[in-house]
């Protein structure tokens, strides 16, 4: 089994900044991709950013130049820095990996527990 675990939402104002961390445990043999998608009231998940294992980067048009993913292939994290954020990036955002497991060696998709950042105007 994986488990995901994050941290590092809560409230701020807008302009504002603040960091998601994930860190992924368990029987892990390798992870792809990772990457962390949101969630608002009354709306679908959506794609935020995402990274390979390679550090190729994928972004949400509405957050380019504003949030920059990264991770640590070695500690098996993977963070999101959110800078200059606003009322509109309020959401529960999860955390997401694309985890090879041992035994198997197959890919399953994994979820983070979601936490909360609110952006007040």
């Known amino acids: 089994q994986v488990q995901l675990v994050e941290s590092g939402g809560g409230l701020v104002q807008a302009g504002g900044s603040l960091r998601l961390s994930c860190a992924a445990s368990g029987s892990i043999f390798s992870i792809n991709a990772m990457g962390w998608y949101r969630q608002a009231p009354g709306k679908q998940r959506e794609l935020v950013a995402a990274i390979t294992s390679g550090g190729s980067t994928n972004y949400a048009d509405s957050v380019k130049g504003r949030f920059t993913i990264s991770r640590d292939n070695a500690k098996n994290t993977v963070a999101l820095q959110m800078n200059s954020l606003k009322a509109e990036d309020t959401a529960v955002y999860y955390c997401?990996?694309?985890?090879?497991?041992?035994?198997?060696?197959?890919?399953?998709?994994?979820w983070g527990q979601g936490t909360q950042v609110t952006v007040s105007s």
């Open positions: 997401n990996a694309k985890v090879v497991v041992t035994l198997t060696y197959r890919e399953y998709n994994y």
